[in-house]
C-alpha cells in the first residue's frame, strides 16, 4: 500500500494524511483536534468517484467514529471508509496454461489435399445422383469438391476450393 504524506488545502480546514489516521488541524492553534464532529471537513473513499476526496461529515456512531460522509465532488452520501484503510487493486495476472492447439488449417488447405489424395475420377454434380464418402464432384456453381462425409441418406458435407457446405443428394 502507498502512504500518503502530503497536504491538502481546503477552504475550512487543513487535512493531513498519515499512515493510519485523519484528523482535521485547528489553522489557529496548528495541533490536531481530537474532537471530530458533524458538518466537518475529513478525507475519505468515495467509492462513486474512485478517489480518496474531502467528504463532509453527515453522522457520527460515538464522538471519535464517523458514520457517514457526504462527498463535496459528487454529493454521495455514503459510509465512511478511511483512506489509508482502502486497499488499491493490484494489476494481477492470472496464471494460463497453454492448450496443445491443433495446426489449424484452411478450407483450401483441406480441399487441395483432398483432391490430390483422391484416387476416383470426378463427377457431375446432381440432386438425384447418389454420392459416398471420398468421391470427387463437379458442382455447377462452387467448383470441384470432394466428399467429406454423408451426413444422411439425402445430406452430404463437400469441401469445396473456398468453404464447406451441405448438399443434397439421392432425391
Given at each position: 500500500m502507498i502512504a500518503l504524506r502530503s497536504v491538502f488545502t481546503f477552504s475550512i480546514n487543513i487535512?493531513?494524511?498519515?499512515?493510519?489516521?485523519?484528523?482535521?488541524i485547528d489553522k489557529n492553534k496548528g495541533?490536531?483536534?481530537?474532537?471530530?464532529?458533524?458538518?466537518?471537513?475529513?478525507?475519505?473513499y468515495c467509492s462513486k468517484c474512485k478517489l480518496t476526496l474531502a467528504h463532509?461529515?453527515?453522522a457520527m456512531k460515538d464522538t471519535q467514529t464517523i458514520h457517514r460522509v457526504e462527498c463535496r465532488t459528487c454529493k454521495n452520501t455514503h459510509a465512511y471508509k478511511d483512506p489509508s484503510a482502502v486497499k488499491m487493486k493490484a494489476a494481477t495476472r492470472k496464471k494460463t496454461t497453454r492448450k496443445t492447439t491443433k495446426k489449424t488449417t484452411s478450407v483450401a488447405d483441406l480441399w487441395m489435399e483432398a483432391i490430390n489424395s483422391a484416387t476416383s475420377k470426378?463427377?457431375?454434380?446432381?440432386?438425384?445422383?447418389?454420392?459416398?464418402q471420398g468421391d470427387i464432384i463437379d458442382?455447377?456453381?462452387?467448383?470441384?469438391?470432394?466428399?467429406?462425409?454423408?451426413?444422411?441418406?439425402?445430406?452430404?458435407?463437400?469441401?469445396?476450393?473456398?468453404?464447406?457446405?451441405?448438399?443434397?443428394?439421392?432425391?
Open positions: 487535512h493531513i494524511i498519515t499512515d493510519y489516521l485523519i484528523l482535521p495541533f490536531r483536534m481530537s474532537e471530530l464532529s458533524v458538518g466537518k471537513e475529513v478525507l475519505s463532509t461529515i453527515v470426378s463427377q457431375e454434380y446432381s440432386i438425384r445422383a447418389k454420392f459416398a458442382h455447377p456453381k462452387f467448383g470441384p469438391g470432394f466428399i467429406d462425409r454423408t451426413i444422411d441418406e439425402d445430406k452430404i458435407e463437400v469441401i469445396f476450393r473456398h468453404e464447406i457446405k451441405t448438399l443434397i443428394h439421392n432425391k
